[in-house]
């Protein structure tokens, strides 16, 4: 039965394997693309909480210098008292010379056993420094093992970041050549559609009444 004018072309290319092929390649390549800028994107995170954890380490190795720095200040300090302390002991044992020589060999007196006395307290006091300046330098050594030890974990956190940065670079520049072809193929498939549309538009006969 006439309907009075031609029946509407089917758009070129509608529901045949071909196209339906060629618009699932193009779907697996978007979800390509986005799989791959995703694992850019965790390689990125990685690379940022590596470079965080190294600086962190960082702060620490620089606050455990300081502190090594301060006991070392501290231990010479403290031997920078022995020679005023040397110089007591000295005085008091040419005071007790001098009273011995004084008495002439008579049985010493109060005023020597007290100098004696006192002179055993001031070598206390030198042993006694010595001690805490090696304490002190013993702690200052140990925060410095500790930098070295801190500094080798530094060192691995930031070898770390630089392969995630450059494996985020690399899956990055992957996605964007993906893209690049993916838009074109897109472009030249409507390109290819929209070619046979045109021609098929002006080779058909006009409608009879």
Sequence with gaps: MATGGATPPEPAGHATPLAARRSRWIGQQYADITKLREIAARHDRAAA??????????????????????????????????PDIEQQIKQHERDIEAATNKTGGAPVGSDVTNLHYRVRKLQQKVVDRQQKSRALELRA???????AELKVK?????????????????????????????????????TSTAAPAKSVGKDEPPGTL
């Design 154 to 190: 530094v060192d691995r956190y930031v070898e770390a970041a630089r392969l995630a940065e450059q494996e985020a670079t690399a899956y990055r520049q992957r996605a964007d050549r993906l893209q690049l072809v993916t838009e074109q193929d897109v472009a030249s498939q409507i």
């Design 49 to 82: 909480r590596a470079q965080q954890r190294a600086s962190r380490l960082n702060t620490r190795i620089e606050k455990l210098r300081h502190q090594a720095t301060l006991l070392r200040e501290r231990g010479q300090r403290v031997l920078a008292e022995i």
């Design 141 to 147: 050594a140990t925060k410095t093992q500790k930098t």
